[in-house]
């Protein structure tokens, strides 16, 4: 049976964590290493609040505005 336990290991080169209060930058500096597809939000105590993907980030700029050469609209 393969375990969780087999591929830790591997997995736990790749984790990245950033805080909540990281910037949304920090997450992306993160995110442009092919290696690391997820970055893991933790509370100081190190709880697991939840993961953040480069799509995560795409969206969070384009919704903000910042990205307006992408249009939402259909053409």
């Known amino acids: 049976m393969i375990l969780v336990k087999h591929i830790l290991e591997a997995a736990r080169k ?9 910037s949304l930058f920090d997450a992306a500096r993160i995110l442009a290493n092919r290696d690391t ?15 953040i993907s480069t799509s995560h980030v795409v969206n969070a700029l384009a919704t903000a505005g910042l ?7 259909a053409r």
């Open 37 to 51: 597809p997820l970055v893991v939000v933790c509370e100081s105590n190190g709880i697991a609040l939840g993961v």
């Open 14 to 22: 790749r984790l990245m964590v950033l805080s909540r209060e990281a």
């Open 67 to 73: 990205m307006p050469w992408i249009s939402t609209r």
